[in-house]
């Protein structure tokens, strides 16, 4: 049987601390300023999900809704069995993932795994939830980890832990390569940029596993984890992201 780990307790304990703090001093939107929420209603309801019409295997938008598109047909056995993404990474929401990953906002990620937590709760996923026998995070390197502080694929992972149950995982994968940020590269330097960069750093085998991260390009980064989770033995991998870009990716 596989070691299934809940969230810790300083986890727990962050999440009392952050409810005392909002309890005397109110947060307010990061989109608009209103006192009352991180995200209010109002800036909520205009994040834009993802359109039907997409690739059901690898999630990308597609003309129309496909069982399998081209980029798919190329690759019969892919490493992840189903890919989606909650919402399009168009304003508010790309404005909100900025200032989680890069303006020291981890108290977003809480509020942002509402929609992790929405879209897997979706027809989409219902074959598959009481399979997974674990969510795991997609790491960040220990060196990226130190100069921001925090990972904010772990805590949205955390965050859909706690609304499914479903055990989080994050000592399961390592990213053992530093490598430089994706942005500005192409699909095959998105690829090459992380091969090799990640390990297992306990036992998968068997497992049925979601991983999770914050944005869903080519998904070169997912399939490179999704690879190392499945030499070393898992069963199955699927991903879910909490955006993906408002165009279809090669």
Request: hydrophobic share 45%; charged share 20%.
């Amino acid at each position: 049987m596989p070691v299934l780990v809940s969230p810790t307790p300083p986890n727990r304990l962050r999440r009392w601390a952050a409810a005392s703090r909002d309890l005397l001093f109110p947060p307010a939107c990061a989109i608009c300023g209103r006192y009352g929420d991180r995200i209010c209603s109002q800036c909520a309801q205009q994040v834009e999900p993802v359109p039907t019409t997409l690739c059901e295997r690898c999630g990308r938008i597609q003309p129309l809704r496909i069982h399998c598109c081209a980029a798919c047909l190329a690759n019969p056995q892919p490493v992840l069995h189903q890919v989606r993404a909650a919402a399009l990474h168009v304003e508010p929401l790309r404005h909100l993932i900025h200032l989680l990953k890069y303006e020291g906002r981890p108290d977003l990620a809480p509020d942002l795994a509402r929609y992790l937590a929405a879209n897997f709760g979706g027809p989409e996923w219902h074959a598959l939830v009481s399979a997974f026998d674990a969510i795991v995070p997609v790491p960040l390197h220990a060196d990226r980890l130190r100069q921001r502080g925090y990972d904010q694929a772990a805590l949205l992972a955390e965050g859909l832990s706690v609304r499914t149950r479903i055990p989080l995982r994050q000592d399961l994968v390592a990213r053992i390569k530093f490598t430089r940020a994706q942005v500005g590269l192409n699909a095959a330097e998105r690829h090459a940029n992380v091969q090799d960069a990640f390990a297992v750093a306990d036992s998968c085998a068997g497992l049925h596993i979601l991983l999770i991260d914050d944005v869903y390009t080519t998904g070169a980064t997912l399939a490179a984890c999704a690879q190392t989770l499945h030499d070393n033995g898992s069963a199955l991998v699927c991903a879910l992201t909490l955006a993906q870009p408002s165009h279809t990716q090669p």
